[in-house]
């Protein structure tokens, strides 16, 4: 997926909180159960409706409403499994999903970093320890940023030990082209 060059080595790899996803299976189970209780409701409901749908027809409205919430799972689950951000010792790389058929790659160079903040907003959040990272770097108007990543201190302590790290050898490193 992504290629690194010949020295650099890979500090961490992160994907998003599986709650992300567990909201996604739990909204996805409450649809699944949807035509149980239309069903349910039809049958011992005392109420006359107005249209009769026959049996087969309503078989075959919820095989085709199972099959795109399992399509909607499916693509929730590779969207949040396939989201990942990488910390290499040279830079910042986010792999992000957008869909079944386009990602998009981000890098950022750990050098040009200006600022790392952490964002927790509520109560879930601040319990269960996810959060936003934003880095911000020089010349760029949006941040570069990590959504709903477990332990966002943590991520956010690599990140500053990796870019302290990056600016010691660009300052040690000898520069080519001077004096010329």
């Known amino acids: 997926m992504i290629s690194l060059h010949d020295t650099e080595r890979v500090l961490g790899t992160w994907r998003k909180t599986w709650l992300v996803f567990l909201f996604a299976g739990f909204t996805s189970l409450l649809l699944f159960l949807a035509p149980f209780v239309v069903l349910w409701l039809l049958n011992h409901s005392q109420i006359e409706t107005p249209i009769q749908v026959p ?3 309503f078989g075959l409205l919820s095989v085709l409403w199972w099959w795109s919430i399992w399509t909607g799972t499916f693509l929730a689950f590779m969207n949040y499994y396939l989201d990942v951000f990488v910390v290499t010792d040279e830079r910042i790389l986010h792999i992000e999903q957008h869909g079944a058929f386009s990602r998009s790659v981000a890098e950022l160079r750990l050098e040009r ?3 790392v ?8 959040p ?3 320890h996810f959060g936003n990272i934003h ?3 020089a010349g760029e108007t949006r941040a570069f940023m990590f959504e709903s ?3 966002p201190e943590q991520l956010k302590e690599v990140v500053m030990q990796a870019h302290r790290a990056a600016l010691m050898r660009h300052q040690n490193a000898p520069q080519t082209g001077e004096g010329l």
């Open 55 to 57: 049996r087969q027809l």
């Open 113 to 115: 970093i200006q600022d």
């Open 117 to 124: 903040s952490v964002e927790q907003h509520g109560l879930l």
């Open 126 to 128: 601040t319990l269960l």
């Open 135 to 137: 880095v911000q770097t």
């Open 149 to 151: 990543v477990p332990r």
